[in-house]
């Protein structure tokens, strides 16, 4: 059973960057085929797609946040991170760390394991 967690600040400066890394457990993140994604949800909004990095190590961001995010990993620990820069309210959501099972070009799909969800607020 693949489990994955999120962790991370629940509050963060405006202007400063969120950081939120999602631990793996029950499969190894370099498993052909799986993309590990994060995906978030602001108060009152539907879901966000932002990023995803393969099996591979390659990453893809959304356009919209393109200039501020950054997803690495680190396979020793089977941990994936979110880092997004000169946050503001709007960055205000949960974030979840998300497995899926397919890449189109512009998102991935098939979503089977999320993560159970981590509440990131900025403010000062």
């Known amino acids: 059973q693949v489990q994955l967690q999120e962790s991370g600040p629940g509050l963060v400066n405006p202007s400063q960057t969120l950081s939120l890394t999602c631990t793996v457990s029950?499969?190894?993140?370099?498993?052909?085929?799986?993309?590990w994604s994060w995906i978030r949800q602001p108060p009152g909004k539907g879901l966000e797609w932002m990023g995803v990095?393969?099996?591979?190590?390659?990453?893809a961001y959304s356009p919209s946040l393109k200039s501020r995010i950054s997803i690495s990993w680190d396979t020793s620990k089977n941990q994936f991170t979110l880092q997004l820069s000169s946050v503001t309210t709007e960055d205000t959501a949960v974030y979840y760390c998300?497995?899926?099972?397919?890449?189109?070009?512009?998102?991935?799909?098939?979503?089977?394991?999320w993560g159970q969800g981590t509440q990131v607020t900025v403010s000062s």
């Open positions: 998300v497995r899926g099972t397919g890449w189109n070009g512009m998102w991935t799909y098939g979503m089977d394991y």
């Open positions: 990095i393969a099996y591979t190590g390659n990453t």
């Open positions: 029950g499969g190894s993140i370099t498993t052909p085929h799986y993309y």
